[in-house]
């Protein structure tokens, strides 16, 4: 079976608790996160 890896994600959602942790998850795997506005500057100093 072959499974495809996930090399960048687009980030955005309305209800953002939670979301630092899973960045910073996604961020261990090696995976680029794209997000805009304030998420994205959130999600930067989380990483």
């Not at 996604?26 to 805009?36: A, H, Y």
């Amino acid at each position: 079976m072959h499974l495809n890896v996930i090399k960048r994600v687009l980030i955005s959602v309305t209800d953002k608790k939670g979301i630092v942790d899973f960045a910073r998850e996604l961020n261990n795997f090696g995976v680029e996160i794209l997000s805009t506005g304030g998420r994205r500057r959130s999600c930067e100093t989380a990483v």
